[in-house]
T-cell receptor, first 110, second 113 residues
Framework: DVKVTQSSRYLVKRTGEKVFLECVQDMDHENMFWYRQDPGLGLRLIYFSYDVKMKEKGDIPEGYSVSREKKERFSLILESASTNQTSMYLC?????????FGQGTRLTVV | TQLLEQSPQFLSIQEGENLTVYCNSSSVFSSLQWYRQEPGEGPVLLVTVVTGGEVKKLKRLTFQFGDARKDSSLHITAAQPGDTGLYLCAGANWETSGSRLTFGEGTQLTVNP
């Protein structure tokens, strides 16, 4: 079974902190994604990567950056956390028209 | 950005009833998928449709892709409490957007015993 693992289920951070969300997949998939999920808004794409060191902005990249130094790991970075970044963050890897999601990280910025 | 609109946003029904969830767009998609998400978990793929007019069945769930590949529906027959969850449609257009996957807002289904 494909496994996508996010490093934390719950995080509480202070405004202005730099936050790292880690995601690891074990199936050698080239495509990986970061979404945030908010009630009534569905899943919104922040960034995606189709290869090591390659990244593309999604629909809402402002305030975020990403890193993909190894194929299996895709990191989402909040440069200076703000309260409007409180959300559920979902990482996914993608192959052959199927996306496999991690369990999500619920981030609260106080 | 390609947009997908789902309706209804919320649905609360009694066990045994039938229901249909709709996913509509003005854009053409190469493939369209339906996911189900339970609280505290990531979405899990139910089905992928790629051919206009395609119908797929998964036990009591029937999925249809529109002829023009711009819309899809999910029909559940004789709903059960175990069907409760958030249903999400997602589309990809390989020609214009590559591997980028766009999601609808989701339909929160509650099936009451």
């Amino acid at each position: 079974d494909v496994k996508v693992t996010q490093s934390s289920r719950y995080l509480v951070k202070r405004t202005g902190e730099k936050v790292f969300l880690e995601c690891v997949q074990d199936m050698d998939h080239e495509n990986m994604f970061w979404y945030r999920q908010d009630p009534g808004l569905g899943l919104r794409l922040i960034y995606f990567s189709y290869d090591v060191k390659m990244k593309e902005k999604g629909d809402i990249p402002e305030g975020y950056s990403v890193s993909r130094e190894k194929k299996e790991r895709f990191s989402l970075i909040l440069e200076s956390a703000s309260t409007n970044q409180t959300s559920m963050y979902l990482c996914a890897s993608w192959v052959n028209t199927e996306a496999f999601f991690g369990q999500g990280t619920r981030l609260t910025v106080v | 950005t390609q947009l997908l609109e789902q309706s209804p946003q919320f649905l609360s029904i009694q066990e045994g009833e039938n229901l249909t969830v709709y996913c509509n767009s003005s854009s053409v998609f190469s493939s369209l998928q339906w996911y189900r998400q339970e609280p505290g978990e990531g979405p899990v793929l139910l089905v992928t449709v790629v051919t206009g007019g395609e119908v797929k069945k998964l036990k009591r769930l029937t999925f249809q892709f529109g002829d023009a590949r711009k819309d899809s529906s999910l029909h559940i027959t004789a709903a059960q409490p175990g069907d409760t969850g958030l249903y999400l449609c997602a589309g990809a257009n390989w020609e214009t957007s590559g591997s980028r996957l766009t999601f609808g807002e989701g339909t929160q289904l509650t099936v009451n015993p």
